[in-house]
Every structure is written in structure tokens, then in C-alpha cells.
């Protein structure tokens, strides 16, 4: 966790020594308060889509928390996603509170988790290439073979990963009594859930359209606070694609919240993207667009510290039907 602040704070101080960054520009925002105003309500409103994606995503397992609970557990989430190391670090008190919610489907909890996590990779990918499409002399060939990688990636793994829990499952015996046994039920479990989530058609449609909905309302947070400092040298498309390509850079876990790399990637995907040098501010315009956004995670904090221990009621803890 050191090491990775350390690295944030780094990147910040290099920022600045090379110019990059402009504290007086930042501050001039401030003259716009409605527009800083409607950056964080946009931004707020990402927390509400999200929490109703990892609601669609547990009641495909058949786990039925209360909406306002599945909201509670994403606002305290996303404010400790804002300090901790990278997106990942929320994620750890979201599992924290599937062990003890799910009581004997943690693995099923857990992979929503992760299926969450997945879903809104997959969202900004989308969008990033729909923007991309839509401009395709404006892309570098380096950006779009990142992107093609990843979305390969994703499918390999999506395709593989049930075949190789299976294989490691069926080399245990059930009857096995050891450490070994409690696993291969674990990989059983987590086979079987992904074998619904396959096969939830609807339900993977629809988190996929909320999760590129959490990624126009996040370019639009971050567009609204550029208006807000006067930065408009780049089409709005221009914006658009770089502000998802930095947002996918910020959800590295290298540093607390990705600070740092997601100013770095902006300011170089908004240079690359430029019709002609500007020298505008545009790791300044993400550090504003991070600071709205924590901002914006302040509601989770009163809500993490009043979130109660619950568990799913009996009847939903039933093992996942096959489809």
C-alpha cells in the first residue's frame, strides 16, 4: 500500500515538474460552481447504475439482498475504492460482506463480485470502441491493438475458466476429507455459477447496457468539469474516446485509486488525439474530474461506517437452479 501511494505521488510530482499539471487552473473551476454541481450529480448517479447492475448480477445466483442494502454495501464500497489501490480495494469490504451475507454461497457472492468488475471492464471497452469506430483515423494503432488484446482476453477467459474448474474439481473426490476436498466444492460451486451466468442471457445483456451507461455518465462527469475550465481544444468525440481510454488506465492496480495513472493516460491519449499542440491542462482536467469524483463516494462513508451485518434469508440460500 506504501509503495503504491508512493508511486501515485511520484507520477503527481512528475506531472507537475513537466508542466502538465496547472493548480491555477484547477482552482479557476471553481467560478462554475453549476457546473461542477451537475459534474457531481452525474457522477453520483454512476454509484446508482452500479448498484443496480450488482443487483441484476446476485439475483441471477439467486441471492436476494434489498436493494437499499445492495446500494448501502456499493456507496461505502466506492469510497474506499477512491483511497485504497486501484478499483480493487472496495471490492474487498463488498466480499467482506458476501461472506458474511451469503453464508454458505461466499463463492457464489464472491463471483458476482468479480463478474461486476468484469461487466464494467467489458462497458468502457464497448464504449471506447463504438467511439472509436465512429472515428477511426483518430485512433493509434497502438491504442486499438490494447484494445483488441483486451477484449480477447476477456473472451479466452471467459470460455476457459469454467473448463478449468471443472478439470481441477473432478480431480478430488467428494468424499475427500481435507482442505483439498473443501476446495474442489468451492471450484464446484464457482463452475456452477458461471454456468448460469452463461447461460443468463438477458440478465449479462442488460449489466452490459448499465455498464456503458456508467461510462457515458462518467465521460459526461468529466466533460462537464473541462467545460468547466475552459478546456475545448479537442471535438467532443476526441474527449470521449480519451476520457474512456483513461478511465480504463485508472482502474489499474497500481496506485490508491489509479492516482496519477489516470492523469498520465488522459493528458497522453488527449495529446495523441489533438489535431495540433495546444498545451492545455488535460491532467489537470482528470485530477479535477477525481476530485468530483471522491467527492461524490462522501455519502459512502457515513453509510459504510452504519452498515450492518446481514444475512440472506434462508429461502435464497438455495444452490443456483441450472438453467
Known sequence: MALRLAIGIALIGVL??????????????????????????VLFATLLVAALRWHV????????????????????SSFFSAFLPGALGGDLLRSGYMVRAAHGRASTGLLSIVMDRVLGLA???????????????????????ALLATV???GCAAFALPRILR?????????????????AKSMRELNTAITTYRRANTAIAAGLLLSMLVCVLDVAG?????????????????????????????????????????????ANAAL??????????????????RCMTILSTVPGAFVGMRLPPRRVPQSAQAPARRA
Open 16 to 41: 507537475l515538474w513537466a508542466g502538465l499539471l496547472d493548480l491555477d487552473v484547477l482552482a479557476g473551476a471553481l467560478r462554475h460552481p453549476f457546473l461542477l454541481l451537475a459534474a457531481l450529480l
Open 57 to 76: 448480477l446476485l439475483r441471477v445466483q439467486q441471492i436476494r439482498l434489498p436493494k437499499i442494502t445492495t446500494l448501502r454495501v456499493v456507496l461505502a
Open 123 to 145: 462497458g468502457l471497452l464497448a464504449v471506447s470502441t463504438l467511439v472509436a469506430v465512429a472515428h477511426p483515423r483518430h485512433i493509434p494503432q497502438p491504442v486499438a491493438a
Open 152 to 154: 480477447l482476453a476477456l
Open 167 to 183: 478439470a481441477l474439481a473432478h480431480r478430488v473426490p467428494p468424499s475427500a476429507r481435507s482442505w483439498r476436498a473443501a476446495l
Open 222 to 266: 468529466l466533460l462537464l468539469v473541462m467545460h468547466a475550465m475552459g478546456i475545448d481544444a479537442l471535438p467532443w468525440m476526441q474527449q470521449a474516446l480519451a476520457c474512456t481510454l483513461a478511465l480504463i488506465a485508472n482502474n489499474l492496480p497500481f496506485t490508491p485509486g489509479g492516482l496519477g495513472i489516470g492523469e498520465t493516460a488522459f
Open 272 to 289: 495523441m488525439l489533438e489535431p495540433s499542440h495546444t498545451g492545455a491542462p488535460y491532467a489537470t482536467a482528470f485530477l479535477a474530474y
